[in-house]
């Protein structure tokens, strides 16, 4: 007896899924390796330089405590 020459992609190892089962299984597998398609064909956004990079001139949050009103100058 040969390998058939097409083997399954799926095998049902332990009991006996109905029909509506194993459709559900290969609709989510299709969809999660259509989304891992896809990822994988964007792009990464693109880092701002450093010279763009805005994130520098943000201060630091305000601490709540004694005299911190004289910090909210700094």
Same mark, same amino acid.
């Given at each position: 007896?040969?390998?058939?020459?097409?083997?399954?992609?799926?095998?049902?190892? #332990?009991?006996?899924?109905?029909?509506?089962?194993?459709?559900? +299984?290969? !609709?989510? %597998?299709?969809?999660?390796?259509?989304?891992? $398609?896809?990822?994988?064909?964007?792009?990464?956004?693109? #880092?701002?330089?450093?010279?763009?990079?805005?994130?520098?001139? +943000?201060? !630091?949050? %305000?601490?709540?405590?004694?005299?911190?009103? $004289?910090?909210?100058?700094?």
């Amino acid at each position: 007896m040969s390998a058939p020459e097409n083997p399954p992609h799926l095998a049902v190892v #332990r009991g006996e899924p109905t029909a509506e089962e194993v459709a559900v +299984l290969t !609709a989510v %597998l299709s969809a999660r390796a259509a989304a891992a $398609r896809r990822a994988a064909e964007e792009p990464e956004p693109e #880092r701002p330089s450093g010279w763009r990079d805005r994130s520098r001139e +943000l201060r !630091a949050p %305000l601490r709540p405590g004694p005299g911190t009103w $004289r910090m909210s100058t700094r």
